[in-house]
C-alpha cells in the first residue's frame, strides 16, 4: 500500500520511524501537520484512517474539513472514535462534505481484558451517488 502518515506531536515521526524499523517495514513518509493548515503537497487519497482524533469541540470542524481536501471525489474514511461527545457533530460536518456514514461498534473479544465502548465511523463518497445535505 502506498502509505502517508500525518500527526501534528512533534515527536509523532520520530516514534513512527522507530515502530516501522522495529516491525522491519519501510520507512513510512511523514508530514507534520495541523488539520486548519493547507498542504496540497500531501495529495488525495482513497482511504482516510484516523483514531482517537476527536479531542475537542472544534476538531469536528477542523478534521472534516482537512479530510475533504485530501480525500479524493471517491473514498472512504475510518474513525475509531472511544466514545467523546463530538462524534455526532463531525458525522454532521462530514454529510455536509458529501459523505454518507454509519457507525458501528467492534465485536467484543473474550481475550481482551475490558470491552472496548468506542465506535467505528465509515464515510463514503462516491461521486456515482452524491449525498445532497439538508
Known amino acids: 500500500a502506498d502509505i502517508v502518515a500525518t500527526d501534528y506531536h512533534p515527536e509523532a515521526g520520530r516514534f513512527l520511524e522507530y515502530n516501522a524499523a522495529l516491525n522491519g517495514d519501510k520507512k513510512i ?13 500531501l495529495g488525495l487519497f482513497d482511504v482516510i484512517i484516523g483514531s482517537e482524533v476527536l479531542y475537542e469541540r472544534g476538531h ?9 481536501r485530501h480525500a479524493k471525489p ?7 472514535d472511544p466514545g467523546r461527545e463530538h462524534r ?15 457507525r458501528t461498534r467492534p ?17 463514503v463518497r462516491d461521486p456515482e ?3 445532497v445535505p439538508e
Open 29 to 41: 513518509p511523514f508530514f507534520r501537520t495541523g488539520w486548519a493548515e493547507m498542504q496540497p503537497e
Open 60 to 68: 469536528a470542524l477542523d478534521l472534516s474539513d482537512f479530510i475533504s
Open 74 to 80: 471517491a473514498a472512504t474514511v475510518i474513525i475509531v
Open 88 to 102: 455526532s457533530r463531525f458525522s454532521q460536518h462530514m454529510v455536509k462534505h458529501g459523505f454518507s456514514h454509519e
Open 107 to 123: 465485536e467484543t473479544r473474550k481475550d481482551l481484558p475490558e470491552t472496548y465502548h468506542g465506535q467505528i465511523l465509515e464515510f
Open 129 to 131: 451517488n452524491p449525498i
